[in-house]
């Protein structure tokens, strides 16, 4: 990367703060840390562990918080003690709930994950049926405070509506686009300006698991949308609207502690970035590194980078975008 566009993001952090809107899950995570993960029926004893508020759309915006952005969050807890919990916890880590919704009669999440010596990880959540049932009207009004907003796939009702409005309301709409249920994503992403895909849902929708070509095939699926791959330690792809060409960003190589959160830590850098108004090859390497050194961190979310920290790590990453060729 160019030492102008290093400098851009730098610079940023000294301009007004861009508000960042996300959408979606917030769960009480108790983490285990093990040797190996299990195989089979049997016990299993963990070595340490931790319980932590998080959740893909909450650890997006604690992401946010951490690298100088204004995060908000909007979500769903049950009237119980794990959902006061969950609230405080991200309260208290810079994220503003004031939006967060309290279900009376409704259990909050929660998920047991195990992770293993490699950073690999087993994942048990729940989600009660009633936290998601009632969703409330959203307008354009009720986004334009935002720089940009970015939905998970965990409240897709609200989702819908919130992509809707933010793009009525010219701001970006950013969907994390992650394994949902059937139908879920098909019903988001026409209504999101960005999407940033998982490997694994990449291949659900598309059927291929070369991930270059997935990005062509989704590209010509929801052609108003930027569309990118993240595939973990293989890196991230995306198509370039500029040129028609699909690039290839390798990950940068860290010894992996805790791959927990990584994708949505790279989410909320994507959306802070793209607030920003980051070019988005500077965007794509800032949210690549921004996840690597997350994973060098036992702990979910808060592995997620400062902005120095990100900014520092990025001075000494040589590696360049590299062209998979144009959609045919």
């Known amino acids: 990367m160019s030492s102008e566009n290093r400098s851009h993001f730098s610079a940023s952090y000294s301009s007004p703060a861009r508000s960042v809107l996300c959408v979606g899950a917030a769960v009480l995570d108790t983490l285990f840390r093990v040797r190996s993960l299990p195989i089979g029926q049997g016990k299993i004893l963990p070595y340490d562990m931790l319980q932590i508020a998080e959740g893909m759309a909450s650890s997006a915006a604690f992401a946010v918080a951490r690298l100088g952005g204004n995060a908000n969050l909007w979500g769903a807890v049950g009237d119980d003690a794990t959902g006061e919990r969950i609230i405080a916890e991200l309260s208290d880590s810079g994220v503003d ?59 897709p009702k609200l989702a819908l509506r919130t992509l809707f409005a933010a793009r009525e309301a010219g701001r970006p709409a950013i969907l994390d686009g992650d394994v949902a249920g059937d139908g879920v994503i098909e019903m988001l992403a026409p209504a999101a300006s960005h999407i940033v ?11 291929t698991a070369e991930t270059a070509k997935a990005v062509g095939l989704l590209k010509r699926k929801f052609e108003q949308a930027f569309i990118s791959v993240t ?25 992996a502690v805790d791959t927990l959160a990584a994708g949505d830590i790279f989410h909320g850098a994507f959306a802070l970035a793209i607030a920003e108004g980051v070019p988005i090859a500077e965007t794509m390497r800032l949210s690549s590194m921004a996840a690597a050194l997350k994973c060098q961190v036992f702990g979910g979310r808060i592995g997620a980078p400062t902005r120095a920290e990100v900014c520092d790590a990025l001075r000494g990453w040589g590696v360049e975008r590299q062209s998979c060729g144009q959609v045919d």
């Not at 490997?199 to 059927?207: D, K, N, S, V």
């Not at 890196?235 to 690039?247: A, H, K, L, P």
């Open 97 to 155: 709930t004031s939006g967060m919704v309290r279900v009376v009669g409704a259990r909050s999440a929660v998920s047991t994950i195990l992770v293993d010596d490699q950073g690999e990880r087993l994942i048990v959540p729940f989600y009660d049926a009633g936290l998601h049932e009632t969703v409330k009207p959203v307008t354009k009004h009720d986004v334009s405070a935002f720089d940009a907003v970015l939905v998970d796939v965990r409240w």
């Open 197 to 207: 895909f998982s490997q694994p849902a990449a291949e659900r929708l598309t059927g």
């Open 231 to 255: 595939s973990g330690e293989n890196g991230s792809f995306w198509f370039d609207d500029q040129t028609g060409e699909i690039f290839h960003l390798a990950a940068p190589k860290v010894r």
